[in-house]
């Protein structure tokens, strides 16, 4: 089945700690997000990257770090300089301006 | 900066009513709009998908409507059930492959 995977689902991060959310897609689409979710909110933009090798700061991108060294792959990283990492983390795939298609989710929080 | 607005927050209604969900959104110049689920803790899952030059879109019992001049989305729910609850965002995109997100609307339909 086509579709995205979103690993672990569950990460707890200590102080001072990077850790790595994976996010793998077998739809073929170009382009790539992750956002952010806190309560009450909307998702928020962190990085977002339309092709191998190149990506693009969003509105919430400090603290965080991204690659994309595959089409399939976009790895985001929580580095220490985020004080506030505890939130639920969406990975999304799109192709153009059609619909876009998201994993389940990796909820991250401070320990 | 694109805005998107929905209203109510929240909503409670017995099973069987239709349900009503509005998006609003601030800059009309977007290439799509897009209704989403979210389940608790879960990821998003696309309802409709309604491009800019369309002005609504059908899938069973869903149906959304794009009125782009006043920056409005409507998603109608027809004879609503239990299942039917979760929380319900619009996102636009326009056309810098970045998805702006509403805040959402929580859905409960009372047996």
């Known amino acids: 089945d086509g579709g995205i995977t979103q690993s672990p689902k569950y990460l707890f991060r200590k102080e001072g700690q990077n850790v790595t959310l994976s996010c793998e897609q077998n739809?073929?689409?170009?382009?790539m997000y992750w956002y952010r979710q806190d309560p009450g909110q909307g998702l928020r933009l962190i990085y977002y990257?339309?092709?191998?090798?190149?990506?693009q700061k969003g509105d919430i991108a400090e603290g965080y770090s991204v690659s994309r060294e595959k089409k399939e792959s976009f790895p985001l990283t929580v580095t220490s300089a985020q004080k506030n990492p505890t939130a639920f983390y969406l990975c999304?795939?799109?192709?153009?301006?059609?619909?876009?298609?998201f994993g389940q989710g990796t909820r991250l929080t401070v320990v | 900066k694109q805005e998107v607005t929905q209203i109510p927050a929240a909503l409670s209604v017995p099973e069987g009513e239709n349900l009503v969900l509005n998006c609003s959104f601030t800059?009309?110049?977007?290439?799509?709009l897009q209704w989403f689920r979210q389940d608790p803790g879960k990821g998003l899952t696309s309802l409709l998908l309604i491009q800019s030059s369309q002005r609504e879109q059908t899938s069973g019992r869903l149906n959304a409507s794009l009125d782009k001049s006043s920056g409005r989305s409507t998603l109608y729910i027809a004879a609503s059930q239990p299942g039917d609850s979760a929380t319900y965002l619009c996102?636009?995109?326009?056309?810098?492959?970045?998805?702006?997100f509403g805040a959402g609307t929580t859905v409960t339909v009372r047996a």
């Open positions: 996102a636009v995109d326009v056309n810098d492959y970045k998805l702006s």
């Open positions: 999304a795939s799109q192709w153009g301006s059609t619909e876009a298609f």
């Open positions: 739809l073929n689409h170009d382009a």
């Open positions: 990257s339309q092709i191998v090798n190149d990506f």
């Open positions: 800059d009309s110049a977007i290439y799509n």
